[in-house]
């Protein structure tokens, strides 16, 4: 089991910054091998936005390369999104997200949620 818990959310207006981490808690969180941030537009389907493995690669959204930045710190089970530049189609509700095999078993978590809101 894993408990995933966002924060960092909050109105910015265009151009601006914003840092959302994700603390991971629970029994299997030294089985997470990606962790990452999804996010959800109203009327949109949820897409990923950045992931990040274990081992450190990374994939980005092409309409967040250059802008947004994902970090992990596998000691203290954490994922951060560095996102600068922020553009008014960046707002959306984001999703924290762990992907962890426990046994032969694959299982994806997901956090709450929290909202970004670019806007002047």
């Known amino acids: 089991q894993v408990q995933l818990v966002e924060s960092g959310g909050g109105l910015v207006h265009p151009g601006g910054s914003l840092r959302l981490s994700c603390a991971a808690s629970g029994r299997s969180t030294d089985s997470m091998y990606v962790m990452g941030w999804y996010r959800q537009a109203p009327g949109k389907e949820r897409e990923l936005v950045a992931d990040i493995a274990r081992g450190g690669s990374t994939i980005y959204a092409d309409s967040v390369k250059g802008r947004f930045t994902i970090s992990r710190d596998n000691a203290n089970n954490t994922v951060h999104l560095q996102m600068n530049i922020l553009k008014p189609e960046d707002t959306a509700v984001y999703y924290c997200?762990?992907?962890?095999?426990?046994?032969?078993?694959?299982?994806?978590?997901w956090g709450q949620g929290t909202q970004v809101t670019v806007s002047s």
């Open positions: 997200n762990a992907d962890a095999r426990v046994g032969l078993e694959d299982f994806t978590y």
